[in-house]
């Protein structure tokens, strides 16, 4: 995470020419996201992804249903987790790629890297609901391996139902969120902090 991002349009073959004709590329105040406002920014994901799991995870006993919805809330997860440490300020439907994708450059932005678990969990998701949206099957088995690599009792865990796969999916969901969470305050709270400490 940064203390500020940039903001404005992308590049443009335009804006490379303009460089050659000016000698040199200026962003100003006016093109960053910083302090206040940075924050606010930042509340607004955080506040967002606190409570997305109680406004869109169904009451559903269909068990395709809720990986489908749970997986549009991790893409979502994603997308904000991406927002809140790129160097570029993005808005959500600027982030045009493929799940895995966003997947990949959460990762290299820092996702999973204190928690195994999240990611292979998102990744694990993703597989399977591309095996319900594209096909007549799914995996229960590796489903309850992604469940069970997320219980607190990782050898005794079992499921018999999809009801209770359910309850366990949006566990999960909520932890994931709340995780994501966790780490945009602290990273930011850190780098309030150091902004401090050059200050004084």
Do not use: W
């Amino acid at each position: 995470m940064y203390k500020f991002q940039f903001r404005g349009p992308k590049p443009s073959f335009q804006s490379a020419v303009q460089y050659h004709k000016q000698g040199y590329s200026y962003y100003g105040a006016e093109g960053r996201l910083e302090g206040n406002e940075r924050r606010a920014e930042l509340e607004k994901i955080c506040e967002d992804l606190d409570t997305i799991v109680m406004r869109e995870f169904p009451r559903t006993q269909n068990l395709e249903y809720a990986i489908l919805k749970a997986h549009l809330i991790l893409e979502h997860v994603l997308v904000q987790y991406i927002r809140s440490f790129a160097y570029t300020a993005v808005e959500s439907h600027d982030v045009k790629f493929p799940f895995s994708q966003k997947l990949e450059v959460a990762h290299l932005l820092g996702f999973g890297r204190f928690d195994p678990l999240s990611y292979a969990t998102v990744e694990r998701l993703n597989k399977i609901r591309n095996q319900v949206a594209h096909t007549f099957s799914m995996d229960k088995k590796g489903f309850d391996e992604m469940l069970r690599i997320n219980a607190e009792d990782y050898d005794s865990f079992a499921v018999s139902t999809d009801r209770e796969r359910i309850t366990y999916l949006r566990s999960i969901t909520r932890g994931i969120c709340a995780f994501t969470v966790g780490l945009i305050v602290g990273a930011h709270t850190f780098l309030e902090g150091e902004a401090a400490d050059e200050q004084a």
